[in-house]
């Protein structure tokens, strides 16, 4: 009996030390400002990187190293919630180009994504009261991405305290109620049983952000099917329902052979999302 605590104990253990391990925020790197890029534009707007459920500090890590590596980008701030909400803040992003702010939710294993909206929403708050972001971009993946959605919707201060250039969704669900098989045409016609697809639809209705904002919805495709093995695409398509065109604009991808986690991984998302934050060079779009 003995022997089977002490095995169980260091299972713990061992879990423990990967949850922590996890955790770590990726090493930053300053750009390198003698080799600053011809075809990159620097901006003083910052990027947030919003992990999905279960996401970490691994989520973004080859992200960071890749854009890093490049002299795309740099990484400046970390930004913890502990799982009571409280929010802990290192590094920042005053005077820094291309600086990427990765969050990091210290417990990341809700129900739901009601937990994430609100920290979402104390993240964001603190951003704009302590550190003065005024305008800020987004990288958010799965679940991350609803919580970002559903945290500006249910936020009318912060609509008007942040602009939001842009916005890339990465397998983002919308509504969760639609079945994979079911096509968006087909989807239209039945009525939605998410309830918090239905509470985006009447918040976003009375939506008034401080300025327009640009989605971007990214969505992977694996063995051909339509769907990233996660989140069905319908169901990101729905993003579609809920934004207007008089203060956003629309663009989609679909990337075959890609999966979930391929969507903030691969080569050809990191080199698509580059262009879209920093870069001038067209991209060819389906809106």
């Given amino acids: ?148 959605i559903h945290a500006l919707a249910d936020s009318s201060s912060l609509q008007k305290e942040i602009a939001f250039p842009k916005v890339i969704l990465l397998g983002t669900p919308i509504d969760e109620s639609v079945d994979e098989n079911t096509s968006y045409a087909k989807a239209q016609t039945k009525a939605s049983t998410d309830k918090n697809y239905q509470r985006l639809l009447k918040k976003f209705k009375e939506f008034d952000p401080l300025a327009s904002i640009d989605f971007y919805n990214l969505m992977g495709s694996v063995d051909g099917e339509k769907t990233d093995g996660s989140v069905p695409n319908v169901q990101s398509l729905f993003l579609k329902n809920i934004i207007h065109p008089n203060w956003s604009k629309y663009y989609q991808a679909v990337y075959t052979n890609t999966d979930y986690t391929d969507l903030h991984q691969s080569a050809k998302v990191l080199d698509t999302m580059d262009k879209i934050l920093w870069n001038n060079r067209p991209l060819a779009w389906h809106h």
């Fill in 1 to 148: 009996m003995k022997k089977w605590w002490v095995i169980l104990g260091s299972v713990l253990v061992g879990l423990i030390c990967l949850q922590l391990w996890l955790l770590r925020g990726t090493p930053g790197e300053a750009l390198r400002t003698k080799q600053l890029r011809s075809d990159i534009a620097y901006s003083d707007v910052p990027t947030l990187l919003v992990p999905g459920w279960g996401g970490n500090g691994w989520t973004y890590s080859k992200l960071i190293e890749y854009y890093q590596k490049e002299n795309i980008a740099q990484k400046t701030m970390t930004i913890h919630v502990t799982p009571t909400g409280k929010v802990k803040v290192q590094g920042s992003v005053a005077n820094k180009k291309n600086a990427l702010i990765q969050l990091i939710f210290d417990w990341n294993y809700t129900k739901d994504y009601q937990p994430q909206t609100k920290w979402l929403q104390q993240v964001l708050t603190r951003l704009h009261r302590d550190y003065h972001v005024d305008k800020l971009n987004v990288i958010a993946h799965s679940w991350g991405g609803s919580a970002l």
